[in-house]
């Protein structure tokens, strides 16, 4: 099969010269007890991909990059229920134990035994199995790797959906909708008149703003400086503004209390200290992106204790998969999740730096790459 591996992540821009993902040849590997092949149909480029390469995110390397996808079961190891050959499958990037404090509790997203896998670039149920041709090992991505033609993901990373989605659109079920929709329903809780900021219009902050249009009489506002992002948050039923200055104008005009939510999906310590000074009393702050490791938040620490303002983390969107992905399908079925919108293009895998350059400038929000004539 053909998997794109980084092997370093100090390759600058821009990456189409560069060429920080490389396409190698691996051997297929076979699934072991409680795991799944799946023949990858579409994989989409998150920033999360990109935080690993440009060094944001510390994975261990040489890795098989990707973690948002869509396919088709091509075969299960021993042991593996409710999924079988010809099935077709989201692809979770947080697998769940079930029996860990956070499953135990119902926070799925924060497994310990799931995250202590990924951040070894191993499966739930055991070491890395993928290989180069010289038997190299080639660490997982989040438990997926989805930029390859198959990959062995643990049974817990797939959630089985019907034929009638397309797969272009079910890639984005699995990290997009996930993390910016939960965001809302989940960590912030959203309820009706509520007043609504999210900063980012990527495919995360977009999705957030779908799930925060859908709260009864709720007045949502989406902020980015690109102004290409504009067109979009109208579409998906928002007040748009290019800075915070004009954000808070717009919250002003509409409550004259401050936000009452403020979901960050940027990944910055400065875009969240902006985020909380345009909360009201009482207003929670979602944090959804990655920043940096060493960025640090400088903020009055007196807000919290004298405002009643509230820092919340939010990771995967609080989402229990299984019971997640299928509600969120049914809302895209209802048209109430225009989903297809964040669908920027299709490409062949072959483009994939290309594609990464891409996301960097913002160009796209959801590259979706094929691996026909590979």
């Not at 809780?189 to 925060?212: D, N, P, R, S």
């Not at 910055?268 to 640090?296: F, N, Q, W, Y």
């Amino acid at each position: 099969m053909t998997s794109a591996i980084l092997r370093h992540s100090t390759a600058g821009r821009p990456y189409k010269d560069s060429q920080p993902l490389t396409l190698e040849r691996l051997p297929i590997p076979v699934p072991r007890a409680g795991e799944v092949l799946v023949k990858i149909e579409r994989a989409s480029l998150c920033h999360s991909d990109l935080s690993v390469i440009n060094g944001s995110r510390i994975r261990p390397l040489p890795m098989a990059l990707g973690h948002e996808a869509s396919g088709t079961v091509a075969d299960v190891g021993p042991g593996v229920d409710g999924v079988k050959f010809g099935d077709r499958v989201v692809l979770v990037f947080v697998p769940s134990c079930g029996h860990c404090k956070a499953c135990a509790s119902g926070r799925p997203a924060l497994c310990h035994r799931g995250a202590e896998a990924n951040g070894a670039g191993e499966l739930l149920h055991g070491e890395a199995v993928l290989r180069s041709q010289s038997g190299e090992r080639i660490n997982h991505h989040l438990g997926v790797s989805a930029f390859s033609e198959y990959a062995v993901v643990a049974r817990e990373s797939v959630v089985v959906i019907d034929d009638d989605v397309p797969l272009d659109v079910a890639a984005m079920f699995g990290c997009a909708a996930l993390t910016g929709i939960g965001a809302v329903i989940h960590s912030a809780k959203v309820t009706a008149g509520q007043t609504v900021i999210v900063f980012g219009m990527g495919a995360v902050g977009l999705a957030a703003v779908m799930a925060a249009v859908q709260v009864p009489y709720a007045t949502v506002i989406a902020i980015d400086p690109l102004p290409e992002k504009q067109a979009l948050a109208l579409k998906c039923g928002a007040h748009f503004a290019g800075a915070p200055d004009e954000a808070a104008a717009l919250v002003a005009a509409h409550s004259g209390f401050g936000a009452d939510v403020a979901i960050e999906a940027v990944g910055s310590a400065k875009v969240m200290e902006a985020c909380l000074a345009l909360l009201g009393r009482g207003g929670a702050l979602v944090s959804v992106g990655l920043p940096h490791p060493e960025a640090m938040l400088h903020v009055q620490a007196l807000q919290f204790a004298g405002t009643g303002k509230r820092l919340l983390g939010s990771y995967m969107g609080d989402a229990d998969p299984a019971r997640d992905i299928p509600a969120y399908i049914q809302l895209w079925r209802n048209g109430k999740l225009p989903l297809e919108l964040l669908h920027t293009d299709t490409k062949p895998l072959t483009e994939i730096n290309e594609g990464l350059d891409a996301l960097a400038d913002g160009l796209v929000v959801r590259r979706v790459f094929t691996f026909e004539g590979l």
